[in-house]
């Protein structure tokens, strides 16, 4: 679990087509306009929603901007992944990406006052934006803060290519801790996938 819209199975990174989920750092506010940790909320919702059916089988549609594998997923039982995510008020539907593919879903969540529609709250891509400068790309998912934790959240997985590692830190990990990360660094200058780092 990385956060409401990514996941990983067996090393890749995958994120959801269509929808966006709260930031791992997002807060939202309540119905009493408390602030609560939504992008928090919206991981576990999902991964108590996974948990219940597995495994998770993803389609893959196409790699994003940070390189990482776009899909459409469903759990062992055949429920779409982001169709429940954006019903039960845990992601919004992405209309630049889904192109209204899970409106109806939102506006049932927004009818229904549930999850992040039961107060106030910004839009995922707006939050990003906003918070553009402060956010590091070499941030760990989920507030993971000690080296040892962020090795956990890597697995040596053979075959691996620079078009599916996802930042510096994961492609400095692979070349560190995996009999094969050499591959990484083709001009052996210590520095693996260039096109990340």
Known sequence: MIDGDTIEIHGQRVRFNGIDAPESRQYCNDASAHQYPCGRRAAEALANFLAASQPVQCTFVSWDRYRRFVGDCRRADGVSVASWMVEHGQALDWPRYSHGAYAQQQTN????????????FDNPWDWREQHAESASPAKSPLGLVSRRQIAQSYSCQPR???????????????????????????????????GVC
């Open 109 to 120: 969540a927004e009818t229904a006052k549930v999850g992040i529609w039961i107060g106030t």
């Open 160 to 194: 691996r290519l620079c078009t599916q590692i996802s930042s510096c830190e994961e492609a400095r990990w692979y070349l560190a801790n995996c009999s094969w990360g050499s591959k990484l660094d083709r001009d052996s200058d210590g520095i693996p996938c260039e």
